[in-house]
């Protein structure tokens, strides 16, 4: 599989992707998750679904943070994601994780 490229790779060629694919912490970081986000990023190659991830930029959706009562934070969380995608002008999101979206 290719390197998976970013909204800012897609943006610096003047191009956008169709989906936007939100990886996720736990996508990220854990080992039995990053299997499953392998093979969904596999799942979309094989589709020939042109899509990108945001890479550093993303960010954790706020989730955590609103299940422990910190509204305040998540809400924060959320405008910066808000502020991110509407950057990219982001039209589509997957994501393999419950948790995300």
């Given at each position: 599989m290719a390197d998976i490229k970013t909204m800012a790779q897609y943006a610096a060629e003047g191009q956008e992707p169709e989906?936007?694919?939100w990886v996720g912490?736990?996508?990220?970081?854990?080992?039995r998750a990053q299997?499953?986000?392998q093979a969904f990023a596999e799942i979309l190659e094989a589709a020939g679904i042109a899509f990108a991830i945001l890479g550093n930029e993303e960010q954790c959706t706020g989730d955590?943070?609103?299940?422990?009562?910190?509204?305040?934070?998540?809400q924060m969380v959320a405008l910066q994601n808000v502020a991110t995608l509407n950057m990219y002008q982001v039209k589509k999101i997957v994501t393999?994780?419950?948790h995300c979206f």
């Open positions: 989906i936007l694919f912490c736990a996508g990220s970081f854990d080992d299997k499953v986000t955590p943070a609103r299940r422990a009562g910190n509204e305040f934070l998540f393999a994780c419950p």
